[in-house]
């Protein structure tokens, strides 16, 4: 357990912002959260302000990285197919009867580094297999959820190495709040504001209906086609159950849908990416047709390897997002090394499953139109950075016309 301490009152306001914004947390609504052990002043602050919203039941669940790690250290060979399948049978039963969704994420993104990948990847795939169920509900967006985040000890250490633990927990902290606003008189008004803005990026480019987008930068010269009938989204959007929410806080992305067999050409991370534990630096990929035919990386590549081969759907894309380079979290030039972060300062793909929401009429959709319209299927989606300050985007129209989206890494107009 941490006994660092932050402001009180920011963290009071946090869990506003993840009740009012975040979750837009109805009267009677049960809520599910899940945390590591170490974001429990803020967990406690997120029940209190869910009951006096006028929650059902509010269930947390928590987690804890020695224990985690301790399962790659000690358990026997053989047994990480496991997964607790009753545990998110129960989610996904919860999700049906109308519960709200919380995650809280903060962990070591290097918790697992030193654990043979091979065992995390096998463990990592059972788990998303038993979690699948429960997934879909979230991205197929029937509930109102939400991620917000909690500056534990251990990956304030990662973002700043240098400094005594109870410094780099303020300055990662200051960071959260800022990129959450709760650092304003009036966070919840703020994010009316911001989501206003980011209204109007995803309406412009619903006008535009590009057929793709073509992406140039330093090692990347990427051609995104977009699936049909895709539509753009960005800040709040209404859940199947009728309540709008904020799923990610901070957000500053518009994203929409690629089309799984019309990627073509190379592509380069700007920003290294954490995943589950371990740290992949410097991606390199290629695709055709779709499919990721080349992936390199100057540290985890073993990680990455693994996890274009979770199942067919994990060598290709499911998410295309755009976010400025003059975006506040990437002006805070901070690397974070937690996707929730570097993926709002900088433009990002993700491998694996698309969001139904991201079609016209998504939700209507069967599993089988949403893959005629070209929207991949995964047990995973693993978002990584690709933007940056000289990154410039083309929209291409179906007749071939371009217009131009981004110019060294902000919008074009
Ligand atoms: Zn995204
Ligand atoms: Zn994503």
């Known amino acids: 357990m941490s006994d660092l301490i932050l402001d009180p009152v920011k963290l009071d306001r946090l869990a506003d912002v993840a009740i009012q914004t975040g979750l837009n947390l109805q009267p009677g609504q049960d809520l599910i959260i899940t945390a ?8 406690r602050r997120i029940t209190a302000s869910a009951y006096k919203a006028g929650a059902g039941l509010v269930t947390p669940i928590l987690s804890d990285g020695e224990i985690s790690k301790a399962r790659f250290e000690h358990a026997r060979d053989g047994s990480f197919d496991s997964a607790p399948d009753w545990l998110y049978e129960g ?36 788990n998303a297999k038993a979690y699948k169920p429960a997934l ?7 509930i109102n959820w939400s991620i917000v985040s909690y500056p534990t000890k251990a990956w304030a250490m990662r973002v700043f190495p240098d400094l005594k633990p109870q410094e780099a927990v303020d300055r990662l902290a200051d960071a959260i709040f800022a990129a959450s606003r709760v650092d304003l008189d009036d966070p919840v008004a703020a994010w009316a504001d911001h989501n206003a803005t980011l209204r ?5 480019l619903n006008s535009k209906r590009f057929d793709a987008l073509h992406f140039t930068g330093p090692g990347t010269d990427l051609v995104v086609g977009l699936a049909d009938d895709h539509e753009w989204h960005g800040g709040a959007s209404q859940a199947q159950n009728g309540i709008t929410c904020n799923p990610n806080i901070p957000t500053e992305e518009v994203f929409t849908t690629p089309h799984a067999n019309r990627i073509n050409g190379r592509v380069r991370a700007t920003k290294p990416l954490s995943h589950q534990g371990s740290l992949i630096k410097d991606i390199e990929m290629v695709f055709k047709d779709g499919r990721a035919i080349e992936a390199r990386a100057s540290q985890g590549e073993a990680v990455l390897q693994e996890l274009i081969k ?21 002006a805070s030039g901070l690397l974070f090394f937690n996707t929730l972060y ?6 990002h793909i993700a491998l694996g499953q698309c969001y139904s929401k991201c079609f016209v009429g998504g939700a209507a959709l ?20 690709i933007g940056g300050a000289e990154t410039d985007i083309d929209g291409i129209m179906a ?3 371009k217009v131009p989206v981004f110019r060294n890494g902000n919008w074009a107009e």
């Open 36 to 43: 590591p052990v170490e974001a429990l002043p803020l967990v």
């Open 91 to 126: 989610m996904a039963k919860a999700y049906s009867n109308n519960a709200a969704r919380l995650a809280i994420v903060g962990e070591d993104p290097m918790l697992l580094a030193e654990c043979d990948p091979a065992k995390v990847a096998q463990a990592g795939k059972a």
């Open 136 to 142: 879909k509900k979230i991205s197929n967006f029937e």
């Open 200 to 204: 109007d990026r995803s309406d412009w």
């Open 310 to 330: 979770t199942d067919e759907g994990a060598a290709r894309l499911g998410e295309v997002a755009l976010v400025p380079y003059q975006s506040p979290i990437s």
């Open 342 to 347: 570097d993926e709002n300062a900088a433009c």
């Open 366 to 385: 069967s599993e089988n139109e949403i893959a005629q319209r070209g929207g991949n299927s995964s047990l995973i989606h693993v978002d990584w950075m």
């Open 399 to 401: 007749d071939g016309t």
